[in-house]
């Protein structure tokens, strides 16, 4: 099982943007918490980010499933409620991508 996760892991890395740090897989495993999902460190490196450039926008990329597309949803809901702007977030769908990816842009 573990050999399985590092292997989902190793191709939603390789399918990742340039910019973009990837969401590990197991956070979808169990029920979410602002805690959870704060402790993705690519999720703790995104909100940092944002918060030290006053321009910049987060932009969540994931796949076309549909899957993919609603834990995208929610992660953007649980960033919503952990006081980031709506308007400086963003989803954006990469056919190629497999997992969920997080990045900041100015």
């Known amino acids: 099982m573990r050999l399985r996760c590092i292997a989902v892991a ?3 890395l390789l399918s990742l943007p340039a910019g973009a740090a990837a969401i590990a897989p197991e956070l979808w495993d169990r029920p979410r918490s602002a805690q959870a999902v704060m402790a993705q460190p690519a999720v703790r490196q ?4 944002y918060q030290g450039k ?6 969540i990329v994931h ?6 597309q609603l834990q995208a949803e929610e992660l953007r809901a649980w960033l919503i409620a952990l006081a980031v702007e709506s308007s400086r977030l963003q989803l954006r769908a ?5 997992g969920i990816g997080i990045e900041v842009i100015e």
Request: proline fraction near 4%.
């Open 10 to 12: 190793a191709l939603a």
């Open 94 to 98: 990469e056919p190629a991508m497999k």
């Open 54 to 59: 006053g321009t910049a926008r987060i932009v």
């Open 63 to 68: 796949g076309t499933r549909q899957e993919a």
């Open 46 to 49: 995104a909100v940092s980010a």
